[in-house]
């Protein structure tokens, strides 16, 4: 618990040092977004209403939003929409309704569950204007406390960074003189002699490297998945051995009468032929598809363009 806190002091603290650097230019029209209480679901309350403070303060650490927490919630709304609030967990319409009446863009909340060692955190932005989740976050967490810190800081990020693009931002404009920005009469490009006059021969240098490349390309992949699929028959091979010295115990364990010890390797008889069964299928499978692409490699077709059209090439060997 002690280190939680100290955590938890040290995620408060620095964004609130951040905000406070000089020079930052203030916003003329901040957006206004709603941060709710983090539910405890399975685990200790205290600790959800501390990731609450973080996710409020994370919020906060820009200048571009308007942050409502929980002391403003109860300071603006009345009592029975402060019930309402508890029981909106999941609905976008009710979490929509309340953002309204609190005068928000968008309302954020958030669980905190714990099964076993391993803590699930969950977050969510709702759109208030459009009554729809613009935005989730989800993470498990395992080991310490402390790392649940973190994660919700990691969690608010996501779903903010995003509204924090200024659509308003003016687009650069570089100062350029009016006199260079007159384009300059355009000379005429004449083509080379030698391509004007045989673009059959030129076409025909732009299939070939084409070709190499696809050649290359599809020879590279043949060699990978060919050797993958001989590696998974080797591996059913390993399996079908296996197998046979399975079936092998199982013939003895029947011959002595020791029921246990047959009904063990029967089996694991069973078991390790299935799988050498699917080994080598599998491998067979990937082993003709990689010979294929060997044997299809270099048999590309090629489209290069000419004067005045279009020139498709085929090369291949046969």
């Known amino acids: 618990m002690g280190r939680l806190t100290n955590w938890l002091a040290i995620g408060m603290l620095l964004p609130a ?35 609450s403070e973080v996710a ?13 927490g929980r002391s403003d919630i109860a300071s603006m709304i009345g009592f029975d929409q402060q019930k309402k609030i508890l029981g909106c967990t999941d609905d976008s319409n009710c979490l929509a309704e309340i953002g309204g009446a609190l005068g928000v863009e968008y309302v954020m909340i958030g669980t905190l569950g714990k099964l076993g060692a391993l803590y699930r955190v969950d977050m969510k932005l709702v759109d208030a204007k459009r009554a729809r989740v613009a935005g989730r976050f989800g993470e498990s967490v ?19 960074g995003p509204l924090q693009a200024d659509p308003l931002a003016p687009t650069a404009v570089s100062a350029v003189p009016a006199a260079a920005e007159k384009p300059a009469a355009a000379t005429p490009v004449t083509p ?23 050649g290359m390309s599809r020879r590279a992949w043949g060699w990978t998945v060919g050797g993958t699929g001989v590696a998974v028959i080797g591996v059913g091979a390993l399996f079908g051995l296996q197998a046979k010295a399975a079936f092998d115990a199982e013939k003895k364990a029947s011959a002595a009468g020791d029921q246990a010890t047959y009904l063990k390797k029967k089996d694991e008889a069973k078991q390790k032929a299935l799988l050498a069964d699917v080994c080598f299928v599998a491998g067979g499978v990937a082993a003709g598809i990689g010979t294929w692409l060997l044997l299809t490699s270099s048999s590309p077709v090629a489209v290069a363009p000419t004067e005045g059209g279009l020139l498709a090439t085929y090369s291949g060997r046969f």
Do not use: C, N, Y
């Not at 930052?24 to 206004?32: E, G, N, S, T, V």
């Not at 395992?142 to 903010?160: D, H, M, P, Y």
């Open 142 to 160: 395992e080991g310490s406390e402390e790392k649940l810190v973190a994660t919700v800081q990691r969690g608010v990020r996501k779903l903010l």
């Open 192 to 214: 080379p002699p030698d391509l004007a006059a045989r673009p059959a021969a030129a076409a025909a240098k732009v299939g070939e490297a084409t070709s190499k490349e696809a």
């Open 56 to 68: 409020l303060t994370e919020a906060a650490a820009t200048d571009k939003f308007e942050i409502i």
């Open 17 to 51: 040092v951040a905000t406070a650097a000089p020079g930052a230019p203030p916003a003329a029209k901040r957006m206004r977004i709603a941060v709710m209480e983090i539910r405890a679901l399975g685990t200790e309350p205290h600790k959800a209403e501390l990731l």
